[in-house]
């Protein structure tokens, strides 16, 4: 049963929140010279009048959420946020048409980091805190904030949260959804708090501390320089970044575990936590060899940029601080596999998740054992816990799922005149939330020159990777709607 | 309140339900890894799936300060187990544990003697046995509670086809001359409950809730056309288990004739030593011969009390059918009790039910005295002692804004005089309350009256 009240009364207070989230912007473009309050002002009533719109009518009583409505609000909630949230964008001058400006914006909340600006450093800085705060509230998640802050959602809150948050399977860090919730928020701002003061310490300027802050932590990648994080020429920053990045693709349950609960055994003995760190620390090592040997970098400058693309890549950040398309071929696939890896669970990285990879591997490791000894029964094992088959399955699945929509997106952007390896890699980079990808999307170029038609396609990608594809597709299916 | 509740069954998921709205803190521990997730899916707590009985689990599920362990699996063993756990372990502050073995007061000497302290011990069997022989005489009345230490009373009467209430107002019934302290305070009609105001109609079919105070319990009854049964002689029991024997010797002792039906003859043998003159009947007591030739038709009370709730109903139909007793099931599963009044077997004993209000009662704070849960989820009678602090306290009835839902019931004065209020009545410091409400404004309620830090009455 899906009632209509209920996902209007949700939706409503949603709209009134992201209109709230534009206050801060629309203050910049009161304040800094040259900035033009209309875009984010118009935006900002037409998002309040459509919250309120859905919201006042809505009279839902008590409710809990069942799991279709849960599901299907999961969707709802994020187009409608990538699409409101496109109208700053839409009503300024920098984004032609309608399809730029919600790519922008679900590029933005996807944490994806892709864009279609050919130049970022003409923006005006309101557009500028939009855009990177879009990547801040997507991050952790737009649902899982509305559980902190929304009283209305009890029980049935689960369902949002397994939609959104991936790894939600896991056991809950607190009885109540409301308080998992808000502790997770908190890491979350507590770690916002910190980049802010380093960078600031490190000698970036307030705005653009902030902004990168807020892409950092959502592995998102817009940046407010054209050449990006390279675009500051200081080791110390990208560092910084780094540090950051790394964090923000670890579970952030397991940081709470760590920070809060001070358990630093159960951090350090999780498998996903300690695969993250080896295929972190492999890949830097095979990148640095490989720049150092291949391309003639010196040790030190081989090391940061070797650890710096590493690391945005596997957690989908997307900021960039060298051309890799111009290094040997061999770290370019390796990039390009490491973005299909993507960080932890329950971080606000994308990707297919660490431990989906470590899954499947151990599950392809069993079959190969079983061709052996026929008669013997094998469990996959994931640390010290046996995995459930159903997870086992779960991860085979969402494997199959993304390679097929892979594949059929590739096949429209191809049909739309794109070059195979770009094609193949922006399909990639978007629907694993990356943000540059290699040929014509490459990490020194943008996605202007697709077509609508792409922009539409690849947009549709994001938001289906955010939602780890299920929650994205379900919705579609004939038995979602099944009385 | 950080509670831990060991058992996710349908007990422990009613528990757990209220706990989490009224603002507690709930982890459950089920072995059931289904079950798990169905609960994961429908309550805002968290689920741990394992063994209550193991300390690996516990250690998990309570690694934060505990307040109160309620441990109500199945199985007692499990139960006990988890108690010394969560005291050796846990630390917790208070410890509830079901048990269900006759023994039970054997193993309270055990506990302690052994040092582990259970602060509640929940025996569902001795209360059913105890509200199942106060309605025996009176037919339509299913359940009697006493409130204010028995000066007030509660009971529940079903209404008839031909009951002179049918298609009465409130109104029109107060106008008929109801006793001075009675009232209507709930109405359940099928899955509706109603707290009912002047222009209420009742209908056939409802069952509603009478409050009285006990002086005037007899005129009430008669007022509402229930006859009390002068004598209760033949009873009928259904099922050989453990309640039924404790029934079958307290009605011994008051001088009944019991005839208990039970399939299995070497249970049956079994309980013939365990009793001295009932008769065991060997047979299917829902058996349409077999009540016929055990001549059901002149029996007084007939008591369903199996373990398979269908068989308990299909008995009542049965001897409802055959013969004029007084018929009473025993139903495990809470959705079947609607559908049990409709089908006119007005009295229907949960052991669910009962285990639920014994665990609510003591978990809620301070002046709580009762609590008193009517069907699964829907309503509550709750007593309390009204604080002098309250809003609601010292000011006249008329002038409250209670919250939707609510009815003060009753007050029982400290000089000993109980009224059943009009609007110009005001309650006093010390006055022991009784209020009814629809069990979402119980949070709001309660708050109204309780503070944190009030002491638990011990």
């Not at chain 2, 989490?20 to 609960?39: A, F, K, M």
């Not at chain 2, 741990?48 to 009985?53: P, Q, R, S, V, Y």
């Not at chain 2, 063993?77 to 269900?100: D, G, P, S, W």
């Not at chain 2, 309640?243 to 004739?257: H, M, T």
Request: proline letters at 4%; glycine letters at 8%.
């Amino acid at each position: 049963m899906i009632r209509g009240a209920v996902l209007a009364s949700v939706l409503g207070k949603l709209l009134v929140g992201l209109a709230a989230a534009m206050l801060p912007a629309f203050a910049v473009s009161l304040l800094s010279p040259g900035d033009d309050p209309a875009p984010i002002l118009q935006s900002l009533l037409i998002t309040v009048a459509a919250g309120l719109a859905l919201l006042l009518p809505a009279r839902p009583g008590a409710f809990e959420l069942s799991l279709r409505e849960g599901l299907l609000l999961s969707l709802l909630a994020w187009v409608g946020v990538c699409v409101f949230g496109a109208l700053p964008f839409y009503f300024s001058p920098y984004f032609p048409t309608f399809a730029d400006a919600v790519f922008e914006s679900t590029s933005g909340f996807t944490t994806t980091g892709a864009t279609v600006l050919t130049d970022v450093e003409v923006l005006p800085r309101s557009i500028q805190l939009w855009r990177c705060g879009t990547h801040w509230i997507g991050g952790m998640g737009i649902l899982l904030l509305a559980i902190a802050v929304l009283p209305l959602i009890g029980a049935g809150g689960i369902h949002l949260y397994r939609a959104e948050f991936s790894g939600a399977r896991s056991e809950k860090l607190k009885p109540r959804i409301a308080e998992t919730a808000s502790s997770l928020w908190k890491i979350y701002l507590s770690l916002t708090l910190l980049e802010y003061l380093a960078l600031r310490l490190a000698g970036m300027n307030g705005f653009e501390s902030i902004c990168h802050t807020f892409s950092t932590l959502g592995t998102g990648g817009f940046s407010t320089r054209a050449a990006s994080v390279g675009g500051f020429e200081s080791p110390v920053i990208e560092y910084i970044i780094v540090v950051f990045m790394f964090l923000a693709g670890l579970n952030f349950t397991q940081q709470y575990r760590l920070y809060v609960e001070r358990q630093p055994g159960r951090f350090f003995s999780d498998p996903e936590v300690r695969a993250y760190a080896l295929f972190v620390a492999v890949s830097t090592l095979l990148v640095w060899i490989s720049v150092v040997v291949q391309s003639g970098y010196g040790v030190s400058h081989g090391f940061r940029s070797a650890l710096f693309v590493v690391t945005t890549t596997i957690t989908t950040t997307g900021f960039v601080s060298d051309d890799y398309e111009k290094w040997a071929p061999a770290p370019q696939l390796l990039i390009l596999a490491l973005m299909v890896c993507g960080g932890c669970t329950g971080s606000t990285a994308g990707g297919l998740k660490v431990a989906r990879i470590v899954t499947v591997a151990r599950a392809l490791a069993r079959e190969l054992k079983k061709v052996v000894e026929r008669r013997a029964v094998f469990s996959v094992r994931y640390g010290e816990q046996p995995l459930p088959e159903a997870a086992v399955q779960t991860a085979l699945s969402t494997l199959c799922l993304a390679v097929f929509v892979h594949f059929g997106a590739s096949m429209v952007l191809t049909a739309a005149g794109l070059d195979v390896l770009s094609a193949i890699s922006a399909v990639v980079a978007t629907m694993f939330n990356v943000g540059p990808g290699l040929g014509s999307v490459g990490p020194m170029d943008n996605y202007n020159h697709l077509s609508p038609l792409s922009k539409w396609t690849l947009s549709v990608c994001m938001l289906a990777g955010r939602l780890e594809f299920y929650t994205a597709f379900v919705v579609l299916t004939p038995a979602f709607w099944r009385k | 309140m950080r509670i831990l509740i060991a058992g996710g069954g349908d007990v422990g998921f009613l528990i757990a339900q209220r706990l989490i709205r009224e603002g507690n803190e709930i982890t459950i521990v089920e072995i059931d890894p289904r079950r798990c997730e169905y609960l994961e899916g429908v309550l805002d707590a968290r689920i741990i799936c394992g063994n209550a009985a193991s300390v690996g689990t516990l250690k998990k599920a309570g690694s934060i300060d505990l307040d109160i362990l309620i441990a109500i699996t199945d199985i007692d063993e499990i139960n006990l187990l988890c108690c010394l756990i969560a005291q050796v372990e846990l630390k917790a502050t208070y410890k509830i544990a079901r048990i269900r073995t006759h023994e039970v007061d054997g193993w309270r000497q055990v506990c302690e003697k052994a040092g582990v302290k259970i602060d509640l011990i929940i025996h569902a069997e001795s209360d059913i046995v105890d509200r199942i022989l106060r309605v025996l005489p009176l037919p339509g009345v299913s359940e009697i509670f006493d409130f204010a230490n028995g000066q007030i009373r509660l009971f529940g009467l079903n209404v008839e086809d031909g009951a002179w209430i049918d298609g009465k107002t409130m109104e029109q019934i107060q106008a008929a001359g109801a006793p001075k302290n009675s009232l209507v305070a709930m109405i359940f009609r099928g899955p509706q409950v109603m707290i009912p105001h002047g222009g209420d109609v009742v209908k056939v079919g409802d069952q509603i809730y009478v409050l009285t105070s006990s002086k005037q319990w007899d005129e009430t009854l008669r007022f509402l056309g229930v006859t009390v049964r002068q004598k209760v002689d033949r009873v009928f029991i259904v099922g050989g288990r453990q309640i039924s024997i404790r029934l079958a010797q307290e009605l011994e002792r008051r001088d009944k004739n019991v005839k208990l039906f039970e399939q299995d003859p070497q249970r049956c043998e079994k309980i013939a030593r365990l009793v001295k003159r009932t008769v065991i009947v060997c047979a299917d007591g829902t058996d349409e011969r077999v009540l016929e030739e055990e001549n059901v038709a002149g029996v007084d009370a007939f008591l369903a009390l199996t373990g398979d709730d269908e068989d308990n109903i299909i008995a009542c139909l049965l001897a409802k059918k055959l013969g004029n007793a007084k018929v009473a099931a025993l139903l495990n599963r809470l959705n079947y009790v609607i559908m049990a009044q409709r089908l006119g077997i007005s009295t229907t004993i949960s052991p669910r039910l009962v285990t639920v209000d014994r665990a609510l009662r003591f978990v809620r704070k301070g002046g709580v005295l009762s609590v008193t849960t009517f069907r699964q989820e829907e309503a509550e009678a709750i007593e309390l002692i009204a604080p002098a602090d309250s809003k609601y306290v010292g000011v006249k009835l008329s002038d409250l804004r209670f919250p939707e839902g609510v009815l003060v019931g009753a007050i029982a004065r400290t000089s000993g005089e109980v009224i059943v209020p009009r609007g110009d009545a005001v309650i006093q410091p010390g006055d022991r309350v009784i209020f009814f409400a629809l069990e979402e404004v119980v949070p709001k309620l309660e708050a109204a009256f309780l503070r944190e830090g009030q002491g638990r009455p011990r």
